[in-house]
């Protein structure tokens, strides 16, 4: 069981309080790390005691093999050269996948925290809901309750014979290419989404859609849900608003474009990279 469910979500501590709970503390959008010897580490209970901040909007996460895990944000200037900042992106290339993760939740967090301080029906001040097992907020007047929101997205590897599709978007640096990717719109499947989102910003129509791999993205509140297709109909025509530019690539062509990283889509690429 210890190494089946790694993380136990609770919006209450799940053990006694130690010295090794887990403090997954922001600034902005940057997350303090403890680093020793040139490791990074996120840090414990006894390092965060240490530190001369405030620390706000605190929930319980949940628990990590045994240890609380928290969130919060804090304000104030770090004067122990220990602790820095780092962004998420950073983190992933420097921590173990799953600390990285632990932080994504953390950062998911609070982000609904922050986004769900004032009601949307009746414009109240809104609270967290006193519960041992439910985390929500709780309007102050009409009683309106809002849970965390995760808003779905499909990423999709679309391959033609040897060939994989990535498009170029318009926010993208120059040179980067991408599989494609798109929010699913309400009342769609997740397969429907996939073949319009192909269609449209590429004019491609797809077939044999298998599912692939899932992955929480806390920019703000997202999760990626990772699929392959087949070409099955059409010229590559962009829709020259969000996609500028796109093409089928060799493997040898993607290898030498790919910039490995966690995303989904950075899994995607090595998918077929090691496929074909
Ligand atoms: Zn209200």
């Known amino acids: 069981m210890d190494d089946y469910i ?40 006894k390092d965060v005691l240490k530190l001369n ?3 706000y909007n605190i929930q319980c996460m949940g628990a990590y093999f045994g240890y609380n895990c928290y969130c919060g944000e804090f304000v104030d200037i770090l004067d122990d050269e220990k602790n820095k900042l780092m962004d998420l992106k950073t983190l992933s290339k420097s921590i173990e996948e799953n600390y990285y993760y632990l932080a994504s939740k953390a ?41 965390p929101r995760t808003s779905p997205a499909i990423i999709v590897a679309v391959t033609k014979g040897d060939k994989l599709l990535l498009a170029h978007n318009r926010q993208f640096p120059n040179g980067r290419y991408s599989v494609i990717a798109g929010f699913v719109e309400y009342g769609e499947t ?21 599912y692939f791999g ?30 500028i530019d796109a093409n089928w690539f060799t493997k040898e062509e993607v290898l030498r474009m790919h910039n490995k990283s966690i995303s989904l889509g950075s899994q995607l690429i090595e998918w077929f990279i090691k496929t074909y």
């Open 107 to 147: 950062k998911l967090l609070l982000n609904w925290l922050k986004s769900n301080q004032y009601c949307g029906r009746c414009g109240s001040k809104m609270h967290m809901k006193d519960s041992k097992s439910e985390r929500a907020m709780v309007c102050s007047m009409c009683n309106n309750t809002t849970w």
């Open 53 to 55: 901040i405030s620390i």
């Open 190 to 210: 997740l397969e429907e989404c996939v073949k319009r989102e192909v269609y449209e910003e590429v004019g491609i129509k797809v077939r044999n859609i298998k």
């Open 6 to 45: 790694l993380f136990q979500p609770s919006v209450k501590p799940l053990h006694n309080e130690d010295e090794g709970d887990y403090w997954f503390l922001f600034r902005d959008d940057k997350l303090m790390v403890y680093e020793k010897d040139g490791k990074i580490s996120i840090p414990r209970r």
């Open 214 to 243: 899932s992955q929480p993205w806390p920019f703000p509140n997202s999760m990626m849900i990772g699929f392959t297709a087949e070409y099955l109909d059409g010229e590559i025509k962009v829709d020259g608003d969000e996609i």
